[in-house]
């Protein structure tokens, strides 16, 4: 736990940043946890009223307030549709690490971030077993969705899920080091969820990069990009994991950082540099030189690499529509290099669909602490893809593939989830 004087601290800053809104209520229009329980206390403009009087409901009632901050999804809808320019997610998170810096870590996330999160190495070799294990909780499934899903093999866990990869794919390649004839110099920060889930993603990457003559560095070792762990207020275990990378990662080795998930790619180039205050002057520079060299990878490829433009397909096209992940386009702004990098592949004919940039409903554990309703506005996103008519749909993060197969494979769908990245590859090894 902190000292009070250093939540007093986080507390004064907090109050600076709220005397923006305006209580306007623009947030209740896009917010998708309100859309499904019509609840104030739910919605922006409602935690931001709770927050204003935080400190003095934090020794109140403080378990309540965590209660209500948690119930949301750090899509940033609301952030990114306010007309005062509220840094709506700054303030959540901010106020997270207050409330857990004052209460502590529940035993749980403590043995999860702590524990494991914290220590790589240990938890590289910790998901290297369960890989094996797992078998004992999943049965498999029809392969719907294209993703090899499994079902819990335990009463009332009715869900389809995306089995841990045998082999991550960190471990597959070991360090890279590569050189290309383009002059790009490039490394490549996997991710936890590709690493261990999606490496098909990350080979993906890798031939996409090659294809580019793109130089490219990956070192043996990296960590989680510490989302995970700040989005529960343990600032600690976030600031051990920038570290960790840091050490691996020399921005002046590159020209550019790039990832093929979009929360890590948010968490890089906005999260990190945030919270960076209380390292050294060096470490803040470094860090604030990733940030500015962390691109996804269709920002790589469209802005940077300039792919060629497609050849036309003398066969059927397969009919193909994109999701826009949260963190991609309303943290980011990128949304039209991953639909260009699908129209290269002159195989695929995109069409959007309904709500393209609507919350898919996973917001990582908020999927698991209130799943129900992250079901719910799942389903909203399902029915979208399902409308659209088509046969693949694209998206550019791994938590929302692994939500969307879910959705898809609870609706008897057979439509396949692919990452854009994924769809170049394709186009580029028919060549």
Not at 412 to 430: F, L, M, P, W
Request: overall charge positive; hydrophobic content about 40%; charged content about 20%.
């Amino acid at each position: 736990m902190y000292d009070m004087k250093r939540l007093a601290d986080l507390v004064k800053s907090l109050e600076v940043q709220l005397v923006v809104c305006m209580r306007c209520g623009m947030c209740q229009a896009v917010c998708p946890l309100f859309a499904e329980t019509g609840r104030e206390a739910d919605v922006a403009r409602g935690k931001l009223a709770l927050l204003d009087g935080l400190i003095h409901e934090m020794f109140k009632d403080p378990e309540g307030v965590a209660e209500r901050l948690s119930r949301c999804l750090l899509c940033g809808s609301c952030a990114a549709n306010c007309p005062s320019g509220v840094k709506v997610l700054d303030i959540f998170f901010k106020a997270r690490v207050i409330l857990t810096g004052y209460m502590g870590l529940n035993p749980v996330k403590r043995a999860i971030f702590r524990g494991m999160l914290a220590h790589p190495k240990f938890f590289d070799s910790l998901l290297g077993s369960a890989s094996v294990l797992q078998k004992i909780f999943l049965v498999p499934r029809d392969d719907f969705s294209g993703l090899s899903c499994a079902r819990f093999a335990i009463p009332g866990l009715d869900r389809s899920v995306k089995a841990l990869a045998p082999v991550s794919f960190r471990t597959s390649v070991g360090r890279v080091q590569t050189d290309g004839a383009s002059g790009l110099k490039v490394a490549f920060f996997v991710g936890c969820m590709i690493d261990k889930i999606y490496p098909e993603i990350g080979h993906a990457v890798f031939s996409a990069l090659a294809r580019n003559g793109a130089s490219l560095f990956m070192p043996d070792e990296q960590g989680c990009c510490g989302i995970p762990a700040l989005a529960s207020g343990d600032i600690d275990t976030f600031r051990k994991l920038v570290l960790f990378n840091l050490e691996r990662f020399d921005p002046n080795g590159f020209d550019f950082l790039v990832t093929a998930c979009a929360t890590c790619t948010s968490t890089i180039r906005k999260l990190w540099p945030q919270f960076a205050e209380p390292f050294s002057g060096a470490q803040k520079t470094r860090i604030n030189e990733l940030a500015e060299k962390t691109l996804d990878i269709s920002q790589f490829l469209i802005d940077k690499a300039n792919i060629a433009e497609p050849v036309s397909f003398p066969g059927d096209r397969t009919l193909i529509t994109y999701h826009d992940p949260c963190h991609l386009k309303k943290s980011l702004g990128v949304s039209a290099q991953p639909r260009a990098l699908i129209r290269s592949n002159p195989a695929y004919a995109l069409k959007e669909m309904n709500e393209a940039d609507r919350c898919c409903g996973c917001g990582g554990s908020f999927n698991v602490q209130y799943h129900p309703i992250s079901a719910s506005i799942g389903k909203r996103k399902c029915e979208a893809i399902i409308d659209s008519g088509c046969q693949t749909v694209a998206t550019s993060c791994p938590a929302c593939m692994f939500q969307i197969s879910d959705m898809l494979a609870g609706a008897g769908s057979n439509i396949q989830v692919k990452h854009a990245v994924e769809i170049y590859a394709e186009a580029i090894a028919k060549k």
